[in-house]
């Protein structure tokens, strides 16, 4: 249990919206070892973000789990109550977002946020001794001159301070595992690879299991020690990262990487995906890409193909490449 | 900079400020200076593109040619016409001439109109006495063209994905058969599998209908890919201007160095060798931008002279120009 401070075992998420049911997350398995980071990455509608929530049990209130356990140090987060819910979330999982802005308080301090989180979540009374704690925590994150962003609001910082401060909010209970949510789309390219440094030096320091995700498989590249590809609400491949990127199996996975251009080679032209994201309200019997694939077997559009390792750590759920491996 | 004989736009020294207005009788106390002094020239049937980070200006710069913002000194000429000073005629061949595309084509769109009337509308407003039938017919064979079916043409724009509706905005920006299309971020608001198609589609019709484009990216894995001239701009100037292929492969400027080295790719071998050179801070606000070189307090290479003297945009080699002490010394 120690070593898996993350475990989302059969997670099925539906949202009930005036348009029908959404079935966002289809039976998803993955876990996170300590000091690991996995990164679910995949396209807009995939259901990554949802995974992300259900993960600090703060699912939106139209969303159902209709099957499956989120554990987090071996509790199921999904089953808790308010109360026992709030001595896990901020204390054994955090979570950061794409947009820093959002999530501050727009009337309140850099220092009020973190303060009352140093009360409230550690339990330190002393106001001397809690300033100290969130000091800390903020130079901990890169932040030039504490005792100033102590005193800022946030509309005073910019988009790459807020998100370090949003990084010293998450991490200042020392949480095992940090749920990060594209913290740097928003960011522009230099500053996203402060971020992405400083994450990457705060994980190993502090031992941190880190569920990534992102859009970007530049990223994923930088951060992640194995990818986890999500297509419409299922996992389709997950393994190293090198594996995935380099030799991934799966036909959607290959496609995803062929569509991106790069900045290091000039592309001739740009492959892309036919078609669309199926109709998530609907429930398909075979492969749920099977409508986009130009590899489609007979029993793909019949039988749901299971996810299974076709080298140790590397899982793929495509008819045509366990037959391929016999 | 660019051959005079063929270029369509030029854009000669312009300058946008913004002024900062304080108090009940708005007393101008500073100014943003967004865009300071900025030349350069598209040529026929070439694509280029403005990259940067927020703030470098060069949105702004794409409202200025677009006439959204009047400059606030320098000239922008079109087709040899000065299109800071028009007459009501000559306004209206200019907007017909030159068109744009945003990044987010649900706020582009009116969401009260059909698609088909979306992209009618440039043809009811340029050329009022066409007969409704012929208009239809331009519009259906537009369609098809951007790759939209015929039975999305009665559907509303909240009706699309963000790929369609982008296609839309695409197919209202060339039914006019402009010369030059202004894209703002075209397709930053679209996911990787779609966004390939709509630069394929940005390229396809560039050389069928022979468009000049002026493209605004911060993404420079999309701008290689799609441009034949990149600027780079830090802090509402051009740091360095090359064609494509000369500016990512022989990066000159400290910064377009440490953009190019910034960029994630999916590519882990890559990435772990390449050198990335990490810029300190972030980009100070452009009411007061650093003196001399605006990027002197962050770059690496930083010498004494940086921080004094403001490095010209000079011709290091053909074609290749760059702003930065390092390379005027030699």
Redesign the interface.
């Known amino acids: 249990m120690a070593e898996k401070p993350l475990v989302v075992e059969n997670l099925t998420i539906h949202y009930y919206t005036l348009h029908g049911i959404v079935k966002a997350v289809r039976n998803v398995s993955f876990e996170v070892h300590r000091g690991e980071s996995l990164c679910l990455v995949g ?2 509608g995939s259901g990554k973000s949802t995974i992300g929530l259900s993960v600090l049990g703060a699912l939106p209130s139209n969303a159902r789990v209709v099957s499956g356990r989120v554990l987090i140090e071996g509790t199921n987060i999904l089953e808790l109550d308010e109360e026992n819910l709030e001595s896990i979330r901020g204390r054994k999982v955090s979570i950061i977002f794409q947009d820093p802005a959002a999530s501050f308080n727009p009337l309140f301090t850099i220092g009020q946020v973190l303060s009352d989180i140093v009360k409230y979540k550690l339990g330190i009374d002393d106001k001397e001794e809690a300033k100290r704690v969130v000091l800390k925590a903020l130079s901990e994150v890169g932040l030039p001159d504490p005792e100033r962003i102590f005193n800022s609001y946030p509309h005073e910082l ?4 807020l998100q370090r401060a949003a990084i010293a909010v998450a991490l200042v209970t020392r949480p095992s595992v940090l749920v990060a949510d594209e913290p740097t789309t928003m960011l ?7 971020i ?2 400083l994450l990457q030096s705060l994980r190993q320091k502090l031992g941190l299991s880190m569920l990534f995700i992102t ?8 951060v992640c020690d194995r990818v986890a590809v999500m297509y419409a609400g299922s996992i389709v491949e997950y393994g190293p ?2 594996k995935i ?2 030799s991934p199996k799966h036909p959607y996975t290959k ?3 062929e ?6 080679i ?2 001739g ?5 036919p078609g ?1 994201l199926p109709d998530l309200r609907r429930d398909y019997p075979g492969c749920i890409f099977a409508p986009r694939c130009d590899e489609v077997l007979e029993e793909c559009t019949r039988v749901k193909p299971k996810l299974v390792e076709v080298e140790p750590g590397h899982a793929v759920a495509c008819h045509r490449v366990l037959r391929a491996k016999g | 900079m660019i051959d005079e004989m063929t270029s369509i736009l030029e854009v000669d020294n312009l300058v946008k400020y913004f002024p900062i207005r304080k108090g009940i009788l708005g007393r101008v106390v500073g100014y943003v200076r967004a865009v300071d002094g900025v030349s350069f020239s598209i040529r026929e049937n070439e694509t280029f593109s403005l990259v940067g ?2 703030g470098s200006g060069k949105t702004t710069i794409a409202r200025c040619v677009l006439g959204l913002l009047k400059p606030t000194s320098g000239k922008i000429f079109f087709m040899g016409k000065d299109v800071t000073r028009l007459s009501k005629e000559e306004a209206k061949w200019y907007r017909r001439n030159v068109q744009a595309v945003f990044q987010n084509p649900f706020l582009s769109l009116n969401p009260r109109m059909k698609v088909e009337d979306i992209v009618a509308e440039p043809l009811k407003v340029h050329y009022k006495d066409m007969p409704k039938e012929e208009v239809k017919k331009h519009v259906y064979e537009l369609l098809e063209k951007v790759g939209l079916t015929a039975d999305l043409a009665k559907r509303s724009p909240y009706d699309l ?1 963000g ?1 369609q509706a982008q296609r839309v905005a695409i197919a209202r920006a060339v039914i006019l058969k402009p010369k030059l299309i202004v894209l703002d971020e075209p397709t930053s608001a679209l ?7 709509i ?2 589609l940005l ?1 396809d019709l560039k050389n069928e209908l022979k468009l000049s484009y002026l493209m605004i990216s ?1 993404d ?6 799609i441009s034949d001239w990149v600027a780079v701009m830090y802090l509402g100037k051009i740091v360095e201007l090359a064609p ?2 000369e500016l ?1 492969e022989k990066p000159l400027h400290p910064y377009t160095q ?3 080295s ?10 772990r060798k390449k050198k ?1 050179i ?2 300190r801070g ?2 100070p606000s452009a009411v007061n931008p650093p003196p001399g070189c605006r990027l002197h307090p962050r770059c690496p290479y930083a010498t004494e002279v940086c921080g004094k003297i403001e490095p010209k945009l000079v011709e290091y080699e053909r074609d290749h120009w760059v702003a930065c002490h390092l390379y005027a010394r030699k």
Do not use: W
Not at chain 1, 158 to 161: A, E, I, N, R, V
Not at chain 2, 264 to 271: K, N, Q
């Open positions: 396209e807009s910019s988009g790459g301070m522009d390219v230099t500053l996203q690879a402060q992405l440094d859009h970007n498989l530049g990223v994923a590249a930088i990262t090198d990127l380099l496609k995803l990487i569509c991106v251009p790069r900045s290091s000039r592309a032209r740009l492959k892309y995906i669309s | 980070e927020s994905s790929g996911d990787v599998s779609v966004q390939a198609q630069l394929n390229v911060h420079l894995s999309v701008v290689r890919y494509t292929e990512f440490a953009l190019l910034s960029v994630p790719e999916p590519d882990p071998y890559l990435m990335r990490v810029l972030e980009p």
